[in-house]
Nanobody, 117 residues
Framework: QVQLVESGGGLVQPGGSLRLSCEVS????????MGWYRQAPGKQRELVAR???????NYVDSVKGRFTISRDNAKNTVYLQMNSLKPDDTAVYYC???????????WGQGTQVTVSS
């Protein structure tokens, strides 16, 4: 069973930065495709960024050039560096892991990010 634990959320002013971390345990985690999703109040959950087991990345258009997803396989941790934050980035951010063959899907508990002055 794969377990994901997010950390690093909080309150930040517009233009500020945060780094989210997702620690993965319980399996051979390096093979998983990892992603960060977010869900704002009254909105559907959306994919923010994804990184493959080979390191390929993709981002939703609204965060390109501001957010960076990365993974440290030695630490079984995935990061989301968020710069130039905007109020529209306010949401609960969730870490996600997908097994590339079985498509087994796992979620973390979420971490709140609030961008406000």
């Amino acid at each position: 069973q794969v377990q994901l634990v997010e950390s690093g959320g909080g309150l930040v002013q517009p233009g500020g930065s945060l780094r989210l971390s997702c620690e993965v345990s319980g399996s051979i985690t390096t093979i998983y495709v990892m992603g960060w999703y977010r869900q704002a109040p009254g909105k559907q959950r959306e994919l923010v960024a994804r990184i493959s087991n080979g390191g390929s990345t993709n981002y939703v258009d609204s965060v390109k050039g501001r957010f960076t997803i990365s993974r440290d396989n030695a630490k079984n941790t995935v990061y989301l560096q968020m710069n130039s934050l905007k109020p529209d980035d306010t949401a609960v951010y969730y870490c996600n892991a997908i097994h590339p063959l079985t498509r087994a899907n796992y979620w973390g508990q979420g971490t709140q990010v609030t961008v406000s002055s």
